[in-house]
């Protein structure tokens, strides 16, 4: 992207293309990444070590934004993406330095959708490990990456509050999320997590129908900021929990399955909340989104009480 963008021959196509690759390489390296955590830190230490990933991860929506405006302003686009590819350089070099204890080899070939097959079978065994996906998909599925496509229409148009405004929003999210993060990797192993899950996946909605609603933007940053909080604490108790609860032999598969309900279905919520929001409006549309989210995880913890006993 970086050569094409200085060279003056970066086209549409290209773009699409490279996302799709960004995409796919993301989806595989995923679950790959989160097995390799529990690998290295093993099952007392993984809320904390998932919790530390989650933290320093969100801490790019505080000082992503920043770097990056400073080398568009100073160097211009082509440069910035050369910079971030860059900064991948060091990662890969530790990877390829780490030693872990090898896993007994499997038998016959590896055949993905065969194999993403069997995680989706042996997660629609285990109804609670089957519920605690469910109720990140549903986020995922019916908000997702919606609700930060959205966000400059809000700084825009409803809170009058421009460039800044809609900076400030990103980076305040980004904090709830290492306050999330930071509390669950502070506290090590949280107890009743099951309950803990269902107060930040029921609190989520709540908190997007009021920074719908809202046009003051002193309450609307402390609901980007609440958004940030739960979203980080529910998703990391559920990956930790998901790892836990599978097999050593299906966790790599089980991962699969949480991989694509994560982040596979969040290619669908922009258009969907996006046909909404020009039909009527985009508060109506993402308060709507987010009650169907609320109605739909209540449904999910009522079928599977389960969830609620989950311990750490």
């Excluded at 830190?41 to 919790?51: C, F, Q």
């Excluded at 069997?118 to 629609?124: D, I, S």
């Excluded at 999210?173 to 999330?180: E, K, N, R, S």
Aim: charged content about 10%; aromatic content about 6%; overall charge positive.
């Amino acid at each position: 992207m970086g050569l094409l963008t200085l060279t003056g021959l970066i086209q549409l196509w290209q773009i699409s293309a490279l996302l799709l690759l960004h995409g796919i390489a993301g989806g595989i390296s995923q679950p790959s990444r989160q097995k390799l955590i529990h690998q290295m830190v093993g099952r007392d230490r993984l809320l904390s070590a998932i919790s530390l990933n989650s933290s320093l991860r969100q801490s790019t929506l505080v000082l992503g934004p920043a770097i990056g405006g400073l080398l568009l302003a100073t160097l211009g686009a082509g440069v910035g993406y050369l910079v971030n590819a860059a900064t991948f350089l060091p990662l890969i070099a530790v990877l390829a330095r780490m030693r872990l204890k090898p896993e007994p080899p499997r038998l016959g070939t590896p055949a993905v959708w065969r194999e993403f097959r069997e995680g989706l079978a042996y997660t629609l065994r285990h109804p609670t490990l089957a519920a605690l996906i469910a109720l990140v998909t549903i986020e995922a599925f019916f908000v997702g990456n919606a609700l930060y496509a959205m966000l400059p229409v809000f700084a825009d148009r409803i809170l009058g509050v421009g460039p800044w405004g809609y900076s400030l929003l990103l980076t305040l999210h980004g904090v709830g999320a290492i306050l999330g993060g930071g509390f669950l990797a502070w506290r090590g192993n949280v107890r009743r997590q099951g309950r803990l899950i269902a107060l930040t996946v029921l609190a989520f909605p709540v908190a997007v129908v009021v920074f719908s609603a809202s046009t003051s933007f002193a309450l609307s940053l402390l609901m980007i900021l609440t958004i940030g909080v739960v979203l980080v604490i529910a998703n990391t108790c559920v990956n930790t929990l998901v790892q836990l609860m599978a097999s050593d032999d299906m966790r790599g598969r089980v991962l699969g399955v949480h991989t694509m309900g994560t982040l596979g279905v969040r290619v669908v919520n922009g258009l969907s909340v996006g046909l909404l929001a020009s039909v009527v409006s985009a508060p109506f549309a993402l308060s709507v989104s987010a009650l169907v989210v609320g109605v739909l995880s209540i449904a999910v913890l009522l079928h599977t009480p389960a969830v609620l006993k989950l311990e750490g």
